[in-house]
């Protein structure tokens, strides 16, 4: 008891401290009556469930540019039309690649015996065209030399590509709610580098970036002209769970190799073995996958909006993106966030809010291969920096370019209040981060406070990143994030085959849409925008 008030007067202090006492936070309004209608339609009448269940069970993992994500932005576009929502409508992003899609893979141990093994394809690899049979053999390619040492070699092999790993036992519980021990943990602000020290990190991303990417290049061609069958990665995790992501290549012309494929660790680590013991090792593999276009295609993002009154012009906005990976049903990473989000605007048409300010929801596309969509967004109506000139840069994803020049200010910028994002899996809101926006911390404190008795409590004045919010984030305007509970989202589920229904919680969703809703109504009410912290410098 005393840990849980000390905390709770430790967040009332910083939060009188940082907005000039009693007073000054007292001035910062909350609309008990329309948090009450909020909470009886979230946590009395909720969709939320019905919404997830469509995205997960009946339409699947929504890899960008896939058949699935076709329908899952039609589904959604519907289902806001019927709630009466305005300006619905897809806004394209400029050719973010081929669609592809796969329907089964197979894989089997012929010798030293026979047995099913259990392995998935990576996005954007060629299927087998039918089973194919081979010789398995191990291969070490870590630079662009490597691959002179195998010409000539490969011709109708299948290639392990990693070491065998040794198994590590969990040293906690794979499912993780937040305490308060926890949660005062993430109001400790562990200060940052310094610029020069921060941007030559991501001058080392960038490089290990291109470095990766122009192996994968040579990779994907040498394996395809010396005739190797499929290739064979083992999964991040153990236990039995598939983690996988992209290989081969989404855009039309560049070589997408050969059927690739991550095995779960505890199978490849056998043939790992096998092959260390001089034992010939024999795979059949059959993979059904696709290219569902010829040429590079534009992505698509999903908008829609309840429109604003006295304040029309400025803008809050919410989102979570819509796009996944596609080996299990993209539950938790992201069609829980989309759902959220989807309820949270089906609550305030519901309950009759005329907000102030127009706000929008957006669900974006391309995230899980660099914020595409979101940044795209962001370029167009807010801000962007000029396009860099060195053709290395424009080679990186657009959230990983260095600034160039001074920012670009558009239409919606000096309109822009906030955005809210949902992107940590399904688990429960605790509170919210602040993103370094310390005028923001008392705000956000008294829109909680009508939600401590569900367990949303806490403002973090740290960041958190890798995820939509960062588009907005990186140009000066206010974008957020939730703090959740983990469950066992960096456990079991994230990018992974397990990422289903069953790991999601219905009462932590329904809690979620309520504060979500909460939160852009005030946004959207209050007499200024929210406030902007400074922008650095690039």
């Known amino acids: 008891m005393f840990k849980r008030n000390a905390v709770k007067w430790g967040v009332l202090a910083l939060a009188l401290a940082l907005s000039g006492g009693a007073g000054a936070q007292a001035k910062e309004p ?5 948090v009450s209608r909020i909470r009886q339609e979230a946590f009395h009448r909720s969709q939320v469930m019905a919404t997830f269940s469509h995205l997960t069970e009946q339409i699947g993992p929504r890899l960008t540019n896939s058949p699935a994500m076709s329908e899952a932005n039609a589904w959604t576009r519907s289902r806001f039309t019927d709630w009466g929502l305005q300006n619905v409508h897809d806004e394209a992003f400029d050719a973010f690649g081929r669609g592809w899609e ?17 392995a ?23 630079k662009l030399a490597d691959l002179d040492q195998y010409k000539g070699k490969l ?3 299948i290639l392990l590509l990693n070491d065998a790993r040794d198994y590590a036992r969990a040293s906690s519980a794979d499912s993780h709610r937040h305490d308060d021990a926890g949660l005062a943990e993430l109001q400790v602000f562990a200060v940052p580098k310094d610029v020069a020290d921060a941007k030559a990190d991501r001058a080392r991303k960038a490089r290990e970036y291109l470095e990766k990417q122009a192996l994968t290049r040579a990779t994907n061609a040498f394996f395809a002209e010396q005739g190797v069958l499929a290739t064979i990665s083992i999964s991040g995790w153990d236990n039995g769970i598939i983690r996988v992501g992209g290989g081969g290549s989404r855009k039309a012309g560049e070589p997408v190799g050969v059927p690739e494929l991550a095995m779960m660790a505890e199978h490849y680590n056998q043939l790992v073995r096998a092959l260390d013991h001089k034992q010939p090792v024999k ?24 429109r604003g009154s006295s304040k029309a012009d400025e803008i809050v906005m919410l989102g979570a993106h819509l796009d996944s990976w596609h080996t299990g049903t993209g539950a938790a990473d992201n069609a829980a966030g989309v759902a959220v989000m989807m309820e949270a605007m089906r609550i305030l048409k519901a309950v009759g809010a005329k907000p102030k300010r127009t706000i929008r929801v957006a669900l974006w596309s391309g995230e899980e291969q660099g914020l595409v969509g979101s940044q795209d967004y962001v370029s167009r109506h807010l801000a962007r920096y000029p396009e860099p000139t060195d053709p290395q ?41 602040a993103q370094e926006n310390l005028a923001a911390v008392p705000i956000f404190e008294a829109w909680l406070a009508p939600f401590h008795d569900v367990g949303a409590t ?7 990143g890798s995820t939509d919010h960062i588009a907005f984030d990186r140009v000066g305007l206010p974008g957020f994030q939730f703090i959740q509970d983990r469950l066992d989202y960096f456990t079991n589920v994230h990018h992974s085959n397990l990422d289903t229904w069953d790991h999601a919680e219905p009462e932590d969703l329904k809690q979620a849409a309520a504060i979500v809703a909460s939160f852009v109504y005030h946004a959207a009410m209050r007499e200024e925008k929210l406030p902007r912290k400074p922008l650095l410098a690039p």
């Open 30 to 34: 909350v609309d008990l009556d329309m």
């Open 102 to 118: 796969f329907s089964n893979a197979n894989v089997e141990m012929l010798s030293p015996r026979v047995t099913p093994l259990y």
């Open 120 to 142: 998935l394809p990576k996005a954007w690899t060629p299927g087998t065209r039918g089973p194919v049979e081979g010789e398995v053999i191990k291969v070490d390619i870590k």
């Open 155 to 157: 011709a109708g092999k």
């Open 283 to 306: 795979l059949r593999v059959d993979v059904q996958a696709r290219f569902t276009d010829d040429t590079d295609q534009p992505g698509y993002n999903t908008l829609a909006e309840i």
């Open 393 to 433: 840069q424009l080679t990186l994803p657009a959230s990983m370019r260095e600034p160039t020049g001074a920012l670009q200010r558009q239409r919606d910028y000096d309109r822009f209040s906030a955005y809210f994002n949902m992107d940590n899996g399904s688990g429960r809101f605790r509170g919210i981060y």
């Open 458 to 464: 806490t403002v973090a004045t740290r960041n958190t």
